[in-house]
């Protein structure tokens, strides 16, 4: 589980909190996909860089 800086860092970087991602990310990525895979669908799917 990430700790209380890397989630708020997440929300600074994009406005959503760490608990909104993950229920989004939930219902829009396949857990059978690669790490790499996953990363290109969020970078391009919420146009937010891959850091």
Not at 3 to 23: K, L, N, S
Request: hydrophobic fraction near 40%.
């Amino acid at each position: 589980m990430p700790g209380a800086v890397f989630r708020q860092a997440v929300q600074d970087a994009t406005g959503i909190t760490w608990e909104e991602w993950v229920a989004t990310l939930k219902q829009a990525v396949d857990p059978s996909w690669s790490h790499e895979h996953m990363k290109e669908h969020i970078c391009e799917q919420f146009q937010v860089s891959d850091e």
